[in-house]
């Protein structure tokens, strides 16, 4: 089975951990917006888009230890434009430069890293993510979330207007199933959904779509939403029929777990089965199990676990997704 996963962070690395049993072949589409951290150094030194999501999933995946620890050797902090850059990065930018092509450089790393999972970029050329809220102001840029949102977004988009990578729209259109990974809405999911050619791919699809929920809110910017909502506003970016699946969360929070988010402006992501209403509404099905890390445990230890997936549980509902229907 050929599986391609979407997404970003730490929720794209889970959804990769959870699938790499059940797949033979996996591809990554990552969004390619970014412009704070390594990022920023990218597209100063090149005219090049946010691809340090790209690689930080190709040293994740490495099948060559020595080689891993190298690549993500950072450069000390000493005030200079390097401090805290992995080692990866400078490698891509000059084989880029070598090369003459950046998808050439990230082919050339996948191979230096033994790397078994093909890393495509959501979108070749520079852009930014925008977000407008309800009180009319323009955010530009994923280092806008480094600090809550004035109020809740209304639209999200991409600037300038850019089309998809056509190496991941070939993947997407030969894949036997697609996994939206779980993660940041505005910051990672949309991102690498909005490039032109990518909702349009999704909705004539004949494997299976699936997007997975994420856990909790993020502080400043889905702090009303259900697990629902966050489904929902990615099915209204892809249009009706993008998805087929939403596999969603179904544990019942402690009272201490509600406290310690709460603590960190965080509510857990609910879902409950009068809420499927509002997927049947956008032609989606739900899938709900309890796919959270077992509670036990005190902070700090514990908020990561509470903010993400167990990954037996997220491979058995993605398994338990791809047969519905």
């Known amino acids: 089975m050929h599986v391609v996963v979407i997404g970003g962070g730490s929720g794209l690395f889970q959804a990769i951990k959870a699938i790499r049993p059940i797949a033979q072949r996996i591809s990554v589409i990552v969004p390619t917006c970014g412009d704070d951290g390594a990022d920023a150094l990218i597209r100063r030194l090149g005219p090049y888009p946010g691809v340090a999501g790209v690689v930080n999933v190709l040293l994740q995946v490495s099948r060559d230890a020595a080689m891993q620890r190298l690549m ?166 892809l249009g009706r029929g993008a998805i087929d699946v939403a596999l969603l969360n179904s544990h019942q929070y402690s009272s201490a777990a509600v406290g310690l988010l709460k603590q960190h402006d965080m509510a857990p992501l609910r879902y409950e089965s009068h809420d499927a209403h509002v997927l049947n509404a956008l032609d989606i099905q739900p899938v709900a199990r309890d796919m959270l890390i077992d509670e036990q445990g005190r902070a700090p230890g514990m908020l990561a676990k509470l903010t993400t997936h167990d990954e037996a549980e997220l491979r058995m509902g993605v398994v338990t997704a791809q047969r519905v229907g």
Request: hydrophobic share 45%; net charge neutral.
């Open 72 to 237: 993500q050797q950072q450069f000390p902090p000493l005030g200079t434009p390097y401090d805290r850059i992995p080692f990866g990065i400078l490698q891509l930018l000059a084989s880029a430069q070598s090369l003459g092509s950046l998808p050439e450089a990230i082919d050339a790393l996948r191979l230096q890293l033994r790397c078994d999972i093909d890393v495509l970029m959501a979108c070749d050329t520079p852009h930014d993510v925008v977000t407008q809220t309800s009180d009319e102001r323009t955010y530009r840029g994923t280092s806008q979330f480094a600090q809550p949102l004035s109020a809740p977004v209304q639209t999200v988009l991409l600037d300038p207007p850019v089309v998809a990578n056509p190496v991941a729209l070939k993947v997407l259109r030969v894949a036997d199933m697609v996994l939206i990974a779980p993660g940041s809405l505005y910051r990672t999911v949309l991102p690498a959904l909005l490039p032109t050619g990518i909702g349009e791919t999704l909705r004539s699809l004949a494997g299976k779509v699936i997007c997975c929920g994420a856990l909790t809110t993020v502080s400043g910017q889905t702090n009303a939403f259900r697990a629902v909502d966050y489904v929902a506003r990615i099915a209204r970016a």
